[in-house]
């Protein structure tokens, strides 16, 4: 158990839809980061949150966006979905900088888009 | 751009010995390793700091070659639970610092 904590577990929505993933960080971590994997892709990183500030963006969807709030959770919120959307989406967080440190990976939204 | 993992694929016996690879065309920061298992989350296993500095765990241990922007995993006296897909992510020098950028992936089977 890495201490991060990411709900839903599951999610199975339509396309068009809106959803939000939520992440919660190791206690005592300030950074939070957002990636994908999907089989086409592999691992992807999405965006990183460090003390609610966004410090850095990968190749993020215009459709996604997500934010980290002053408990230091985050949401990524995805919208319009499209069948390509269907992965699994991993939030994870380190500690005090935000950069070359372990990064802890929480269980993981798996979505799929019908 | 994304780091170049070698092999693709590893098979072994119990007990043998893997050395996986990792090379980026990019100064790195930070080179990190993490072992996943078919749908679950990756596990971190080892970062290595430009500069020398190491953490990780126990049996498990790895080299980065600052000049030539390679990383090497060593596996030793495999176990059946080594098996899974082995990802290096790193960090480059004048990007956003935290950033990974993960290679491909090398699927390791360990047999009994």
């Known amino acids: 158990d890495s201490g991060v904590t990411q709900t839903p577990k599951h999610l199975i929505t339509a396309t068009g839809q809106r959803v939000t993933l939520r992440c919660s960080p190791r206690?005592?971590?300030?950074?939070v980061y957002w990636y994908q994997q999907s089989l086409d892709q592999g691992l992807q990183f999405l965006i990183q949150y460090y003390n609610g500030e966004e410090r850095a963006k990968g190749n993020i969807l215009e459709r996604f966006s997500a934010q980290q709030f002053p408990d230091l959770h985050s949401e990524l919120n995805l919208s319009s979905l499209e069948l390509g959307d269907s992965a699994l989406y991993f939030c994870?967080?380190?500690?005090?900088?935000?950069?070359?440190?372990?990064?802890?990976f929480g269980p993981g939204t798996r979505l799929l888009v019908l | 751009q994304q780091p170049v993992q070698s092999p693709q694929a590893v098979i072994l016996r119990e007990g043998e010995d893997a050395v996986i690879n990792c090379s980026s065309s990019?100064?790195?920061?930070?080179v990190h390793w993490y072992r996943q298992k078919h749908g679950e989350a990756p596990v971190f296993l080892m970062i290595?700091?430009?500069?020398?500095e190491q953490k990780g765990h126990d049996k498990i241990s790895a080299s980065f070659n600052e000049k030539k922007q390679q990383s090497s995993l060593y596996l030793t006296a495999s176990q059946l639970s080594y098996s899974g897909t082995y990802f290096c992510?790193?960090?480059?020098?004048?990007?956003?610092?935290?950033?990974?950028?993960f290679g491909q992936g090398t699927i390791l089977t360990v047999h009994p």
């Open positions: 990019k100064a790195l920061y930070s």
């Open positions: 994870a967080s380190s500690g005090p900088t935000g950069y070359r440190e372990t990064q802890y």
């Open positions: 992510g790193t960090e480059r020098e004048g990007t956003s610092y935290g950033k990974l950028t």
């Open positions: 206690s005592g971590d300030l950074s």
């Open positions: 290595l700091l430009k500069g020398g």
